[in-house]
């Protein structure tokens, strides 16, 4: 494949763009090469500058659940903006997807939408602390919970394939407050509970993560965080920025029958448009502004765009009785797929999956946590990821990242995909 119209535009990008790229995940830099430059996507598809077809294995880091320009998330959108593009003011749609939101989702009376899942991760530990009024949490290594300070520590994903897992610029006051414990390891979360006593608000996971690899929890794990938070009036956040609306209609609340105290959504929820939530019961919204002493707010907030194209998601999504079921055989497919061709070939593998979301580490122990998803050879990554590149496959430029697998994929797409794994198999 040639990228000469994505190397002119890096080029240029990089002269008035830190890096070329307003997110670091999109630069090559773990891979090597130049980031390729989207020009449009439609379905399982995504074209780029040069003119060359890529299956996508992305889906702009997980929203196009149902493939790209949605039909009925680009008709939403389209008809909403004749309408005016932002009032600040209240409008009815808001109430329209919280109540859909609502009822989707288990445990959960009220929602406040915001405009990523870094605000709402963000926000939802103010509301625990303030709630609680307790300052200490808990958060995971290798868990990504957006960018905001408290949370840049052994942050995973892109702060991992950067080589800052703690970022300048994060005060020393700031940090002490953010403990961190090992993914899948209840004892050491026990300890830390036990060495803080009535100092932590909140413990915050991704309750399937998908910020090192995609990585379940071991059974008992959630169980446990629960009943511990319950022992100790810590709330538990699921951070479901990626997991909600995907593993499940309700996420992994409902797949895993755990409930949190308060969840945090993104991606999925606004159909492609900037859109992230958190949401709890009563007792712990109230406390939220103007109701409650907790501030947060937002300009943009409910952008009426942005929640037509959420709404549309959510209601495809919610109408949709298959939809769940047809993901994960698909997800199963490319799996056994993909695993027969590394077999054949000697190639040393882990494959983790759970519903539509799939990660390849070339490690041979299991990896159930940030230290085991670091063990992966990551030139033999490279070397794939550059390999399915060039046979047009597009997968995350980074070892650290999730596989989505999206509703428009075909089973001729899946085979495609796993006869460039075995192509390139035969090389690693
Ligand atoms: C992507 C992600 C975030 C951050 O969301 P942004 O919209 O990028 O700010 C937070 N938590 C998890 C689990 C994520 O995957």
Redesign the pocket.
Known sequence: MLYQRSSALFKAAQEVIPGGVNSPVRAFNAVGGTPIFAKSAKGAYVYDEDGNRFIDYINS??PMLLGHAFPPVVDAVVEKTKQGTSFGMPTAIETEIAELAVSMVPNIDKIRFVN????A?MSAIRLARGYTKRDKIIKFSG?????SDSFLIAAGSGAVTFGTPNSPGVTEGTAKDTLLARYNDLDNVKTLVEGNKDEIAAIII?PVA??MGCIPPVDGFLEGLRALCDAHNILLIF?E??TGFRLAKGGVQELMQVDADIV?F??VVGGGLPV?AFAARNEIMNHLAPLGPVYQAGTLSGNPLAIAAGLAMLKSIHADADLMTRLEAKTKYLHEGMAQALDKNNVTYTINRIGSMISVHFAETAVTDFDSAAEGNNETFKAFFHGMLDRGIYIAPSAFETWFITDALSYEDLNETIAAVEDIAKTL
């Open positions: 880091w997980g990523s899942g870094t605000e991760c868990c990504y919970h957006g960018h991704e998908g910020n951070d920025v990626m945090c993104g991606k992230g």
